[in-house]
């Protein structure tokens, strides 16, 4: 079992910076792939960026990228997201979630991840 909790949402104004963070319990932290995803109400939750597990790797929505930047720290078993130029369409639940063993991991795919945290609210004004 892997526990996943998200902190570092809020209200930011547009343009601002927001950096989440995702700190895991439970099994080996480096075991897992990481990603980030974020959902708003009546639509599907979406991909947003993901990280390999050793960190050397990461993968990002058109939406996001350039203005978005995953990292992880292994040694403290935690995932970040670092959110600059908000935009107010950025703004959802964010999601972090862990990687489905076992199995071969495509990182914007729901079903390649097994462990989810419980969302941070995210809310870019205009």
């Known amino acids: 079992q892997v526990q996943l909790v998200e902190s570092g949402g809020g209200l930011v104004q547009a343009g601002g910076s927001l950096r989440l963070s995702c700190a895991a319990s439970?099994?080996?932290?480096?075991?897992?792939?990481m990603g980030w995803f974020r959902q708003t109400p009546g639509k599907e939750r979406e991909f947003v960026a993901a990280i390999n597990r050793s960190g050397r790797r990461t993968y990002y929505a058109d939406s996001v990228k350039g203005r978005f930047t995953i990292s992880r720290d292994n040694a403290k078993n935690t995932v970040y997201l670092q959110m600059n130029s908000l935009k107010p369409e950025d703004t959802a639940v964010y999601y972090c979630?862990?990687?489905?063993?076992?199995?071969?991991?495509?990182?914007?795919?729901?079903?390649?991840?097994?462990?989810w945290g419980q969302g941070t609210q995210v809310t870019v004004s205009s």
């Open positions: 439970g099994r080996t932290f480096s075991t897992y792939a």
């Open positions: 979630a862990a990687e489905r063993l076992g199995s071969s991991w495509y990182y914007p795919q729901l079903t390649s991840y097994e462990y």
